[in-house]
């Protein structure tokens, strides 16, 4: 009977452990299964007719930028997403941005992007000689940006370039980049000055060469004319001065002929009525003025005018640029072709 008990024992545990296996195999072979088959959905090759952009907000959840990829078919059921991202470790790890998907993608290329926080870069170029009005309005007006509108900007302060950067980045933090890639640049060309000038004269004077020439040989050339005025105490007469004067007078640039009355205005950076440079930058000039002004050509010249080819000629006497002055009077006019 003893035996007969232990017998029967025996026999339901074996039934059990077989039981217990036979269970343990299934579940592997569930789990195993569903592994291959997300691992499947995960990496599959997918298409879409147009590359598209994905704008996930700040503080956005897990489930909700689920139901964004759903809503812009980037992904399969939402159920079956979820459950991926919770498995394969992309909880909390997916950031707010805008991304680009290009036309052929895979649900993990788009996870991986997403966590990488890869967003897209928009551009705003400021060139070269724009104001700080002009500047202003560039930022104020840029949708792409977000924030308070800048409201003032002291001239001369930023470098002119094109910068990178996301959806919604703040106005001002965009102009403390710019104002930051300046003083990078002056810090590494301002020990350089073979002038005797200030670094506000020296930006002062970029701003004067910046406004006047745009051919990259004359720079230097332009900047030396207003130095050695500056060291026989002779105005600057630069009319891009006369310009920056009745932009600030009227509060937006100035796109007029110059009178004579216009350059008898009582303006502080007025080079017709005041001597020396003026008080501060006219604009904000870019990497060549500056290295104009901090590298001048040494020449006897005192006067420049218009070729009539976008350039200038030089003198350094008044009558040969009374005798120029004229000449470019008649190529204005038509009555002589360009003889420069």
Known sequence: MVNSFFGIISLKMVGYRNTILCICIIAFSAIASTKIYLDQVLNMSQHQLTAQYLLIQPKTSSNNIVQQLAQQHLCEPALLTKAIILLYGYRGRLKSGEYYIPMHYTLKSVLDLIVSGKVVLHSLTIPEGLTSYQIIQLLNSNVILSGPFIKELAEGTLLPDTYKFPRGMMRQKLVQQMQQAMRRFLQQALPNNQTNLSAQDIMTLASLVEMETAIPNERPVVASVFLNRLKINMALQCDATVIYALSQIKGQPFNGRLSRQDLRINYPCNTYVHTGLPPNPICHPGRAAIQAALYPAIT??????????????????????????????KIRAGIIKNSY
């Open 300 to 329: 006897p010249y005192l006067y420049f005018v218009a070729d009539g080819q976008g350039g200038h000629i030089f003198a350094s006497t008044l009558s040969q640029h009374q005798i120029n002055h004229q000449n470019w009077r």
